[in-house]
């Protein structure tokens, strides 16, 4: 019997008259359980990567100690080379999801990528990043992330808050990780290091950023991503002196403007609650490139569990 105002006993009325289902919010900071990489991809890919690092380059790494063997922990890395993503790969202790660019999942490497556990970043928005992201940090995963998002110079000169939106988020620790010889000064951003090129990664002290209280949200998310940007920009710098390895020079892609958004979720978005996002806040987490070689998100402002916006908005967050 039909009942009044147009419901049938079925479900609730489309507008029509025809019954319809009863509309359900998404929380978007759980994406679907087959979006989520498990963890045996990295647990095979990280060989790959090791191959790489240590026989086809010469790759010495200090203080890899520092980052820690078990619980969710973010890797942040500066980002100058298509090859940064495979080094931190290989010479990270623990397996490691990293956040790649969607275009390189296309084609006969996209399958590899996936069986590899990285995670793909859409240019268009890269929201869908950060909640798959922040799923392998709550189960006690480990993710790797380029905050500049551009494959350049390496220096820290401009970084998103993506990174530090994952950590406010779970509360896993920041581990801050340079990378140096990956790109010479006049290489593409695409270049491949030449064999048995002295490659060097220093990994630094993890970082725990948290809420102070009656400190607005944005505020919050401002001041750990200045946290994060310093504590690796110090570490690059130092880096350089000691393995006398320089950054190259030139940025291709912020000469031509080559990027990938993706910014934090705003309020309302379960999970990040008075964390926003959106226009304002500087960038997102970017990731980058290649993984193998990762790559990079920034994820937008959301105002609502219904919708993420597209970071389009929020300008050139990850290198091609």
Do not use: C
Request: proline share 10%; net charge positive; glycine share 16%.
């Amino acid at each position: 019997m039909a009942a009044a105002g147009g419901r049938a006993s079925g479900g609730r009325s489309r507008g029509d008259g025809a019954p319809g289902k009863a509309s359900v919010r998404r929380d978007v900071t759980k994406p679907p359980l087959a979006t989520i990489p498990g963890p045996a991809g990295p647990a095979w890919s990280r060989w790959v990567g090791r191959f790489l690092a240590k026989v086809v380059w010469s790759t010495r790494v200090v203080n890899g100690s520092n980052l820690p063997l078990d619980g969710p922990v973010l890797v942040a890395a500066n980002h100058t080379g298509l090859m940064d993503g495979p080094v931190v790969l290989g010479v990270a202790r623990r397996p490691l999801h990293i956040l790649v660019k969607d275009s390189m999942f296309r084609g006969p490497l996209g399958p590899v990528l996936r069986a590899a556990g990285q995670i793909p970043v859409d240019r268009e928005g890269g929201r869908s990043a950060l909640t798959t992201a922040l799923a392998v940090l709550k189960r006690g995963g480990a993710v790797g992330v380029f905050p500049e998002g551009n494959r350049g110079r390496g220096d820290l000169a401009e970084v998103r808050a993506g990174v530090a939106w994952l950590a406010l988020t779970s509360g896993a620790p920041v581990v801050p990780v340079a990378v140096l010889g990956t790109r010479r000064t006049g290489q593409k951003v695409g270049a491949i290091p030449g064999f048995r090129r002295r490659l060097y990664v220093e990994v630094g002290q993890p970082i725990v950023v948290e809420r102070t209280p009656g400190v607005s949200g944005r505020a919050t998310l401002e001041a750990a991503n200045r946290e994060i940007r310093d504590a690796l920009a110090e570490l690059v710098a130092g880096a350089v002196e000691r393995s006398g390895i320089s950054l190259p020079l030139d940025d291709p892609n912020r000469e031509k403007g080559a990027g990938l958004a993706v910014e934090p979720p705003a309020p309302g978005v379960p999970g990040a609650p008075g964390i926003p996002g959106g226009p304002g806040v500087p960038g997102a987490a970017a990731v980058h490139g290649v993984t193998g070689a990762a790559g990079a998100p920034d994820v937008t402002g959301a105002s609502s569990t219904a919708d993420v916006p597209d970071a389009t908005d929020q300008g050139p967050s990850h290198g091609a």
